[in-house]
């Protein structure tokens, strides 16, 4: 059957598209009908205002509709430079997933499964008393599952967990991203999965596993880090949070209540980083001066439409307070910051309040653009159906990745840096995953990844 706003097309601009022709200007009609909430006939109507499609004939019509939708889907990049068919990716807008598993404010499995290796472990048994009645599965290897449950993206969120015995390298260096400025970042790999959903995560595209996987064997890492510990030259940063969030399950795991005591006394800076308001356990401890709790923030709107299941803003800057009162570092990052209508204020207004709760200096902020892979964009507009923070200024950069423009990029960290340094001169701010161009808004002299390692350490 023939597609309704194609015909509209063809009949008002009295002329056929053929199927390429028409792959290209659906993408951008839907993605411009989604962003702006609207219809075919208001699209039609403003191509006939502002493209000269109509004076011109056949193929030249569809290069004048094409070129004033890429104007209009992205408008700022237009009036800077001409985007050319290999600057775009225009995904074929598919609907939201019918069966998508949703997170819950609170985590309860479904099931618990846990390898036969670990079974007498502690993190077992404390999941075990957490969730009476919860069914628990023994298993050989969490792997196994995948053999007898097929996966899909739907089942990304289904709330099982996996109690294993970790085999791999707990431990490695920040990957940041090709040709572009790391900090020196260490990651430090203690479990997969979150029990919460943002819209932006790239674990919807990074793992092919439902649920939460969780290591029971941190004494393992504690042998293996001992090791690597003694080769270390000079500190390093270190952190949880790449692939879960640090404290979101703290309260089943303790995990904190084993790391902090095992990191006091090592040459290294040890971030927490979380969007929840999870401290119970964090309260309890004695808090070493090289241990960081850290907090990504976003303006509240955003938070409600793209971080499902977080704590709030507010939760999460009550959170901070206690746990600057009770004597620990804090650290912010602002990532990712997503440009839209409005973000000036609302952002402004973010930190606005952050400084109003919280007494600076802080161990870091980081601030990061709104990227990611082009499956990630599939995946999102997949999931995240209210979601449009993907029809935003966003193409493949140098890293191929999808990015905001250099120059906007640039105007985003400026603003930020200018906001944050009306409150706090003190705290050292740096970028997440960006070029050195980008870096001189925070200072001469980060042109390599070593310098900015020093920065942040020696702050
Ligand atoms: S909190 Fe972090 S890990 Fe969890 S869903 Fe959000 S972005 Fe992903």
Redesign the pocket.
Same mark, same amino acid.
């Not at 932006?200 to 674990?203: A, G, I, V």
């Given at each position: 059957m023939e597609n309704p706003i194609k015909t509209l097309i063809e009949t008002e601009f009295g002329f056929r598209l053929n199927q390429n022709q028409w792959r290209d200007i659906e993408c951008l009609l839907l993605e411009i009908m989604r962003r702006d909430r609207s219809s075919p006939e208001e699209i039609v109507k403003y191509l006939k205002e502002k493209s000269r499609a109509q004076k011109h004939c056949g193929r030249e019509k569809f290069f004048y509709l094409k070129k004033t939708l890429i104007e209009k889907r992205f408008p700022l990049t237009s009036a800077t430079a001409k985007i050319g068919a290999k600057d775009l990716f225009l995904p074929k807008q598919r609907p939201a997933l019918a069966d998508n598993w949703q997170t819950q404010k609170i985590f309860k499995p479904l099931k618990i499964f846990i390898e036969k290796s670990v079974k007498d472990s502690e993190l077992a048994a404390d999941f075990k008393k957490h969730f009476p009645g919860v069914a628990v599965e023994e298993i050989d290897q969490y792997g196994s599952y995948l053999k007898k449950e097929k996966f899909n993206l739907g089942l990304l969120k289904k709330p099982l967990a996996f109690i294993v015995k970790e085999g791999w390298d707990f431990i490695k260096p920040c990957p940041c991203t090709s040709g572009h400025l790391g900090c020196g970042y260490w990651i430090l790999n203690l479990g997969f999965g979150?029990p919460? $959903?943002?819209s932006?995560?790239?674990?919807q595209i990074y793992t092919n596993f439902p649920g939460i996987i969780l290591p029971a064997n941190l004494d393992d890492f504690f042998t293996q880090f001992d090791t690597f510990h003694k080769k270390l030259q000079a500190p390093i940063r270190l952190g949880t949070?790449e692939?879960? $969030?640090s404290l979101?399950l703290d309260h089943i795991t303790g995990y904190s209540r084993k790391l902090i005591p095992y990191f006091r006394d090592k040459n290294v800076i040890f971030e927490l980083k979380t969007?929840s308001n999870n401290i119970k356990n964090l309260l309890e401890i004695n808090p070493p001066a090289n241990i960081v709790i850290s907090w990504?923030l976003n303006p509240q709107p955003l938070i409600t439409v793209e971080?499902i299941s977080?704590a709030d803003l507010a939760q999460r800057l009550e959170a901070a307070k206690q746990i600057q009162d009770k004597g620990y570092k804090i650290g912010f990052h602002f990532d990712p910051v997503i440009f839209y209508p409005g973000w000036q204020d609302a952002y402004k207004e973010l930190i606005r309040l952050l400084y109003s709760r919280l007494k600076p200096p802080f161990a870091w902020i980081s601030i990061g653009t709104l990227r990611g892979t082009r499956e990630l964009k599939i995946a999102s507009q997949l999931r995240f159906p209210q979601s449009d923070i993907f029809y935003g200024e966003l193409l493949p950069g140098e890293d191929k990745k999808l990015r905001y423009p250099q120059f906007l990029r640039k105007e985003i960290y400026k603003n930020m840096v200018q906001w944050i340094r009306r409150y706090d001169k003190q705290t050292p701010v740096y970028l997440c995953m960006e070029n050195a161009d980008n870096w001189r808004v925070i200072g001469d002299g980060f042109s390599a990844p070593g310098k900015i390692e020093q920065y942040l350490i020696k702050c």
């Open positions: 979150c919460f $959903d943002c932006y995560c790239f674990l949070g692939f879960c $969030d979101a969007k990504s971080e977080v």
